[in-house]
């Protein structure tokens, strides 16, 4: 009967990650992610990266600096210093060069 109840267990966390996973969007792999960010031109050193966001070191003129990316509702972000803009070809520019820092 436990086994019963252990598989029951376990049916029940698979079928409520997958409809999740399914509510959710069907969100990508943390790979995914930082693929999608490194085709902005950003090359980050991941500290840690999920399916929708993460946060790592990028190289600037000026040294490393802490960025956090987020995915939100498609468009991707970049957090840094007191700085939130979305991720555009001048806002990569801008971090990489220190203009905005």
Known sequence: MSLLAAGAVVALLVIGSWAYWQADGGVGTPEDFRNQVAATGFEVVWMN???????????TSCGPIEVSIDDIGGELWIRWSDNREPI?????????VCSRN
């Open 49 to 59: 990266s999920g399916p929708r966001g993460g946060s790592g070191l990028v190289d």
């Open 88 to 96: 555009t070809t001048e806002v990569v520019d801008a971090v990489l």
